[in-house]
């Protein structure tokens, strides 16, 4: 119940701003958390102050005081945990209890929680492709905002942000390849993740037996740079919807980064070209011209 409700709390009044650009700009939120998880901080204070200010609402009440005390303890500590600033402190402690998660240690069951807040929090690229595209196109927007604001300002503009020089396919592939896809395969490896067991030859909604193999190519792709390899038993792997999208939109961004690269290298290679063909059509002009000397220095020289 605690991690639904972090859910329902972690991003409440979001500014549309980070938390870098809040402390840039001294914004009230970074004074009053001292520039530490600003807009975390934020929203679960916001997000507190508003539940409890309306009692009517409280579906908390059967709670005793210490019982409501731990409850919003960990609804607290989850929030707080989707700063990415410290996440990878949390996917090195996390990964130091892979193997050995202690379900009767509590600090053990918080850091599981935080873990699986997080996940949700960044797993955009981890949705089918139609909801992914979506999603980025709301998050790219409000970069490009920020980055409007901050050259308004006469600050730097952060990466990525600038939209008279789009990154997209750039951001898309970092955010997985450094973030989202070593966490994924985390909570994998702890047998978290959801799945179920698929007959290797079972039809998983590839449409031809050519992109079943193609697609057996790109979650090992995927596996080789991100992770683990799939479980597998005789005969059987294990089919998880949330790694298969992961692959999915990872393989896209990579292709796209290859097509932005490859029409950047031939504008160059064109455009190596063209001046060289104006240097060349220089040459000669000089030559016709200094040729065109020539043959007018003998005709003055008779008339003279």
Known sequence: MALYVAAAMHDYDHPGRTNAFLVATNAPQAVLYNDRSVLENHHAASAWNLFLSQPEYNFLTHLDHVEFKRFRFLVIEAILATDLKKHFDFLAEFNAKVSGVDWSNENDRLLVCQVCIKLADINGPAKCRDLHLKWTEG????????????????????????????????????????????????????????????????????ESEDDREELDTEDEEMDDDLGPKAQRRKGRQMFCQILHHLSENHKVWKKAIEEEEKSKAEANQQQSENSSLSQSTDEIQVIEEADEEEERQPIEERKC
């Open 139 to 206: 998050i790219v927007n409000e970069f490009y905002e920020q980055g409007d604001e901050e050259a308004n300002l006469g600050l730097p503009v952060s990466p990525f942000m600038d939209r008279s020089s789009p990154q997209l396919a750039k951001l898309q592939e970092s955010f997985i390849t450094h973030i989202v896809g070593p966490l994924c395969n985390s909570y994998d490896a702890a047998g978290l993740l959801p799945g179920h067991w698929v007959d290797e030859d079972e039809d998983l909604n590839v």
